[in-house]
C-alpha cells in the first residue's frame, strides 16, 4: 500500500519527434517577407478616378407660406348669456384652497 509502482503501471518511454526546421535561407526569407510591408499595387485595388466632380449642396426651400389665410368665422352670442352656461350644483363639501 505504498508507493510503489506496479507491472501495470509503468512510466511510458518519451516519443521521439522529427525536429521540423527549415533550412537557413528558407527561414531568412520567411521572417523578411514577414517584416516588410507593402502597399497593394494591382489594378483592381486603386481607386477609380472620379469623372465629373458632384454638384455643390443646395440650401433647403423656405415651406411655402398659406396665402389663403382665413380669419375664424365669427360666432354670434345669444342675447341671454345665461342660456348658454351650464349651472353646477353647489358641493355639499366646502373646496379645499390649493397651498403651495
Do not use: H, W
Not at 520567411?30 to 516588410?36: L, P
Not at 478616378?49 to 354670434?76: H, I
Amino acid at each position: 500500500m505504498g508507493m510503489e509502482v506496479l507491472e501495470e503501471f509503468r512510466p511510458l518511454t518519451p516519443l521521439r519527434s522529427l525536429s521540423l526546421q527549415l533550412p537557413k535561407e528558407k527561414a531568412d526569407q520567411n521572417i523578411q517577407e514577414q517584416e516588410d510591408c507593402q502597399t497593394p499595387t494591382a489594378a483592381a485595388t486603386r481607386l477609380k478616378p472620379t469623372m465629373v466632380c458632384p454638384p455643390a449642396p443646395k440650401k433647403p426651400r423656405p415651406p411655402r407660406r398659406k396665402l389663403n389665410f382665413l380669419p375664424p368665422p365669427f360666432f354670434e352670442a345669444p342675447q341671454d348669456l345665461s342660456s348658454v352656461y351650464i349651472e353646477l350644483q353647489i358641493p355639499s363639501k366646502k373646496i379645499k384652497p390649493i397651498t403651495t
